[in-house]
């Protein structure tokens, strides 16, 4: 019986695990792609709508180092070709759960059919392979409610032009916050750089560029800042301050122990359930890396353990471990 593979999403990380796995496998395994857009992509693939890979070369035109978004969702596109037809669009996933008998065990999985009005689909798999990414639902600092003015999160950013003439302040000195104010300059009144990181070095580049430290509270039409300062006069603020993780097809599973807030617990490396080690795997959780080149190290670490090529796993992979490896570094 060919072993059943679910892969949640359909972008760079999703993408990867398929290829990999028909590259390896073939028709060996039953391999399903979920992607509740109707495109591929993932965070690549963009949209007006604004609500809330190691051994395949770049084309030959892509000599920058730091390629636009349209040049990687391209590449995306160009990579997933083979494994077009292991895709299903607009398929949401309601529901995972862990369901055992005497004999054996499986994943259960509800799928929302988007194109049906939401009629459920029930499939059962030997292995889930959650590709759905982090970056969709925004973290906003506890005192937003307080504000009387226009706001966004960086995640519903578009054209820096949409802001022509305003008096921007962007809160949040990551690297999503300094494009953000550097590509608003060209068309903003003033742009106002809130940032915990020391970003003086910017400041002189664009006349109407100033920066600030970190953000603490807000009344009304105001920031208030660490050091006592206040910005006042900003029509709208955006927010570039980060992401929440958030699986909610796993809120409703009543036999399956897992917690995203802070972080995903109990993982092993950040990929793997200790209690699942051959049927749960989680990839690009982790930031401050080189994404595709993580997403690859990832996967095949995965698929090592999906075809138990690792020794003594138990031994290495144990919930114990990872609830030590937690405990540092929460300290």
Not at 38 to 65: C, K, M, V
């Amino acid at each position: 019986m060919k072993r059943r593979v679910c892969v949640v999403g359909a972008g760079p990380g999703g993408l990867c695990v398929a290829r990999r796995l028909a590259d390896q496998f073939g028709t060996q395994i039953e391999l399903t792609i979920f992607e509740q857009c109707d495109q591929i992509g993932g965070i690549w693939l963009y949209t007006d709508d604004d609500r809330p890979d190691a051994d395949f070369p770049h084309a030959q035109n892509a000599e920058d180092s730091f390629p636009s978004s349209e040049v990687i969702f391209n590449y995306l596109q160009r990579f997933a070709k083979p494994i077009r037809h292991f895709v299903q669009l607009e398929k949401r996933i309601s529901l995972i759960e862990h369901v055992k008998s005497a004999n054996s065990s499986c994943w259960r999985v509800e799928i929302e059919d988007l194109k049906k009005d939401q009629k459920i689909i029930v499939r059962h798999f030997d292995a889930i392979f959650i590709c759905s990414g982090h970056h969709w639902r925004g973290f906003l600092p506890e005192f937003v409610p307080k504000l009387r003015l226009k706001w966004v999160h960086s995640h519903c950013y578009r054209r820096a032009e949409n802001y022509k003439g305003m008096r921007v302040a962007v809160v949040g000195g990551q690297l999503s916050g300094a494009e953000i104010a550097l590509q608003l300059v060209d068309y903003a009144e003033k742009v106002y750089l809130c940032s915990p990181n020391k970003m003086a070095e910017i400041e002189n580049l664009c006349p109407n560029l100033e920066v600030f430290g970190r953000v603490i509270d807000a009344e009304e039409n105001r920031l208030i800042l660490e050091d006592g300062k206040v910005i006042s006069q900003i029509d709208l603020v955006i927010f570039c301050t980060g992401y929440r993780f958030s699986f909610p097809f796993f809120e409703k599973s009543e036999n399956f122990s897992i917690s995203w807030d802070p972080f995903v617990s109990p993982l092993f490396g950040h990929v793997v359930h200790p209690e699942y080690v051959n049927s749960l795997f989680f990839i690009g959780l982790n930031n401050y890396q080189l994404p595709f080149y993580s997403i690859e190290v990832q996967t095949r670490f995965s698929i090592a353990l999906l075809v138990d090529k690792i020794l003594n796993v138990q031994q290495i992979i144990s919930l114990e471990k990872v609830k030590h490896y937690e405990k540092r570094r929460i300290q």
